[in-house]
């Protein structure tokens, strides 16, 4: 893969995922579910992983659907703490994009319940879609998102997702019209946030959905204010649309929206950034066969500064840690997230 | 027969007694009501039988295909068979069970098709359930009371005996076992349906557990035995639906279903029956594909009916139902029960209006369906013989064979204008008798 060379140097991260949950008083018959380790894909290569769960009856592991891997257990005993500690080693950055080979394009078209695009959806749109372009909803409604998500009340909103031809043909019509300059800028701005030119994916051919996927992602950035406290894990892109703030959670099921809106098949993405901090959460897109990590929040593609811990149709999918005890406790939880390159 | 029907009331006694009964939620109120039993049986001709047991057999293998398919290769949407909207946006469809492969590759160990004869004699599918249909412990207790009744009877005519379901359904079970014992998993006694778990449970010799019994541990699920011993489950005929099934895994509010069954299913160290995910298939859009799902995997014609279906989806199909308005029936996709039909011609003009409005704003939602004149079954009622609408759920057990279990649930409408049958909405039931020769 010489394409694949030509992007990226590997690098080699060390990372500690850390989370303490404390409950104010004593809960039991505790099962949990954790996912918060890093993928084998293209782009990343586990060298080593150890993880370390307490309290805990019984341990074991498993792989979901999108390939994301977790750990699953229960804790029987009473326990008013619970600890769960990952490190590992993982090459990144060893490809910049991900060969579609799933089978599963299809599904990333369609909307779920947090990324079902609504008036303020369409609102957004029609601001960010420059006039005189070609790019808009088109022909044919998107039935799944009407039949099935489709809030009450607002039945038949005209916020169409379109067949995939339709809308490449539209998205032409976008860059033949105002967009190139547009796109240009992004690439250069782009360029000048994740380092070297070379970041940005230069793949040959088709590169429209890529550039769409840019533009939408700049004026997120732009247009949306990063905002702690606002938003929660059942809080939807139609939202956050009407908010215009949020944290990487909301700002890449914007992305999402905006791109299944148009045809582009989109998926969440979920793990951590290069650095201290928390974990962390973008987007990809399916752009000519490979999906390319979009990241609204730092307004960059993803390169290998990333490590990605799973993937899915939103958030709901990829959440890192599911639990269910009895008892009405009030749980807080600190987590500390590390990654950092090896010298 | 009419000494049967002489011991009616007698039966429907025993029924009450047996606490056949069928639970319904109305107005967040649980009340149980007798499930009214008639005793003029639905007689089949072994003729007629043998037709059915070949199309039922042909469909549900095609269906258990579909399921297979749609849930790895996608053959079936890749070669334009099926639009992927119809898939992905149903509500039955499951993301969770992408690449999961049931226990020997079958989907629908149970399977309920709904049947209705037109006048004509054809007999016309309305619907197929593959999730978790209820209704075969009724004609079978009744029967086991009308032979007590009348034995002549039974005597004297050749009627297939249909007492042998429990078998049937153990051998299902049984088929898909990983190793260890037969479960069957019910909500609790509030269930519309807890007479017919407890009843199958008690004759096919499976253990009736609630979500509680049981518990995963490790790679594996369990329950604890009367004695305190932990014991292995290798099956479980689950009476829950999907999203109830694993808080860990689907709703995480859910207090009935059990935490990790998924993760150890998944692992193959457990068969659920029906597979979770089933839904995709028995979605009522999907219904109509179903014709070409048998010519897509068996190569086939297929051999059952559906009843004339449109989909507002196609433009052509759209310009039939506003035509046609008045003369078919419309049928909301994501509702159940009997609930969301809607006939054309007995809407006021307004809403007929709201309902034109909402198909063209949400057409994959709908299905329309020509109005099937189906045949009245005669029915006692005050001493009376009355003639009223009937439908036929036939029960399709897959266990490597495909077995039609002879007999059915024939349900009908009390009300004497009411094409509506079902259970949940005040109808009662009959015995199905197949004729030998």
Known sequence: ?343 | MYDICREADAINEQLARYGVKFGIYKNNEFKEQLFPFDAIPRVITAEEFAYLEKGLQQRVTALNCFLADVYSDKKIIKDGVIPPEFVYSSSGYLAECEGVKPTKGIASHISGIDLVQSRDGTWYILEDNLRVPSGASYPLIARDLCRRASPMVFRERKIADNRNYAVLLKKTMDYVNTGGDNVILTPGRYNAAFFEHSYLAEKTGAVLVTGNDLFVENDRLYYLDYQGEKRQVGAVYRRISDEYLDPMNFLPESLIGVPHLYDVYRKGNVAILNAPGNGVADDKGIYYFVPKMVKYYLGEDCITHNAPTYLPYYEQDMKYVLDKFDEIVIKDVAEAGGYGVVFGNKLTKQEKEDMIALIKAQPRRFIAQDVIDFIDLDIMENGERVPRKADLRAFVLSAGDVMVWKSGLTRFSRNPDSFIVNSSQGGGFKDTWVLLH
């Not at chain 1, 104010?24 to 018959?29: K, S, T, V, W």
């Not at chain 1, 290569?45 to 309290?55: D, G, R, T």
């Not at chain 1, 579609?100 to 959806?121: K, N, V």
């Not at chain 1, 799973?310 to 500390?336: M, P, W």
């Open chain 1, 1 to 343: 893969m010489s394409e694949t060379a030509a992007c990226f140097n590997p690098l080699e991260f060390e990372f500690f995922y850390e989370m303490q949950s404390e409950f104010d008083r004593e809960i039991e018959g505790h099962n949990f579910r954790l996912m918060c380790f890093p993928i084998n894909d293209q782009r990343q290569k586990v060298q080593s992983i150890s993880y370390e769960i307490l309290p805990h009856t019984w341990l074991s592991e498993g792989c979901d659907s999108f390939g994301n891997l977790y750990v699953y257990g229960r804790a029987d005993g009473r326990h008013d703490s619970f600890t769960v500690r990952v490190h590992g080693i993982v090459e990144t950055g060893r490809s910049c994009f991900e060969a579609y080979e799933d089978g599963l394009s299809d599904l990333f078209h369609h909307f779920t319940p947090a990324t079902a695009p609504g008036d303020f959806a369409a609102a957004y749109f029609r601001e960010i879609v420059p006039a005189g372009c070609n790019l808009r909803l088109c022909g044919r409604q998107n039935p799944g998102f009407s039949q099935v998500y489709a809030p009450k009340g607002c039945a038949g909103i005209q916020v169409q997702g379109c067949r995939l031809k339709q809308a490449q043909t539209l998205r032409q019509g976008l860059q033949e019209d105002s967009a190139p300059e547009k796109v240009r800028k992004i690439r250069e701005k782009d360029s000048s946030c994740t380092g070297t030119e070379q970041d940005i994916p230069q793949t040959a051919g088709k590169q429209d959905d890529y550039e769409t996927a840019l533009y939408f992602m700049r004026r997120i950035h732009e247009d949306f204010s990063y905002q702690k406290g606002v938003s929660d894990t059942n809080t939807t892109s139609e939202q956050t649309f009407e908010r215009r703030a949020g944290v990487c959670q909301d700002f890449a099921h914007v992305l999402i929206t905006l791109c299944r809106m148009v045809g582009i098949p989109a998926r969440y993405a979920a793990g951590i950034l290069e650095g201290e901090g928390e974990t962390h959460a973008w987007a990809e897109i399916l752009s000519d066969g490979k999906w390319y990590g979009l990241d609204p929040t730092n307004n960059c593609a993803v390169d290998g500064r990333y490590i990605k811990f799973s993937q899915g149709r939103d958030c709901r999918d990829c959440l890192v840690n599911r639990g269910i005890y009895f008892n009405l406790a009030r749980e807080t939880q600190k987590i500390h997230v590390y990654a950092g390159t090896r010298k």
